[in-house]
């Protein structure tokens, strides 16, 4: 069975720093880019980083470029994201999930950051 | 980017009714299109990919279609369980993006 279990959030202040992680089982994970996707509380769903199956590629929304760094450990089949710089607006649930087209997701991760 | 335009935002229906939800592309995303499912509280599930193409254990009674930069979602003979909001999201290009989301409720 495809499991994703997020780990890691909270509360942070801004300007602070947070990591999350993301244990994968019951598949070959080196075999699956991987991607971290938000929704802020009552909010839609936005695509935040995706990362390649060896992670030699990596992509990011505009509004998390340079600040945040999407990471994978393919021997510990653990998917990262690590978050600097924190802002109010990135305050919501962090799913991880599955590529090819989203199919398995985490059951989310919430952060929030406020002082 | 690509704007993903998605419509209505939120729809009453009875049980046994057939709905549609579009999603309109800012520009042609050659049917890379997925439909998601998202109950409160719960992750979002994988219902339809590649625009018309159904997830494995998803029932039939949900379908897909579009081509270009329009594409719909078809549920037929809703069920109680099929109560939920649904995105759709374009991967053709990155940033990859969703729509607003549609809120389906059952009368």
Do not use: H
């Not at chain 1, 945040?68 to 607006?89: C, G, H, P, V, W």
């Amino acid at each position: 069975e495809v499991q994703l279990v997020e780990s890691g959030g909270g509360l942070v202040q801004p300007g602070r720093s947070m990591k999350l992680s993301c244990a994968a089982s019951g598949f070959t994970f080196n075999n699956y880019d991987m991607a971290w996707v938000c929704q802020a509380p009552k909010k839609g769903l936005e695509w935040v980083a995706t990362i390649s199956y060896d992670g030699s590629s990596t992509y990011y929304r505009d509004s998390v470029k340079g600040r945040f760094t999407i990471s994978r450990d393919n021997a510990k089949s653990t998917l990262y994201l690590q978050m600097d710089s924190l802002r109010s607006e990135d305050t919501a649930t962090y799913y991880c999930a599955r590529l090819d087209y989203f199919d398995y997701w985490g059951q989310g991760v919430m952060v929030t950051v406020s002082s | 980017d690509i704007q993903m335009t998605q419509s209505p935002a939120s729809l009453s229906a009875s049980l046994g009714e057939t709905v549609s939800i579009e999603c309109l592309a800012s520009e042609d995303i050659y049917n890379n299109l997925a439909w998601y499912q998202q109950k409160p509280g719960k992750s979002p599930q994988l219902l339809i990919y590649y625009a018309s193409s159904l997830q494995d254990g998803v029932p039939s009674r949900f379908s897909g279609s579009g081509s270009g930069t329009q594409y719909s979602l078809k549920i037929n003979s809703l069920e109680s369980e099929d109560a939920a909001t649904y995105f759709c999201l374009q991967d053709s290009e990155y940033p990859w993006t969703f729509g607003g989301g549609t809120k389906l409720e059952l009368k």
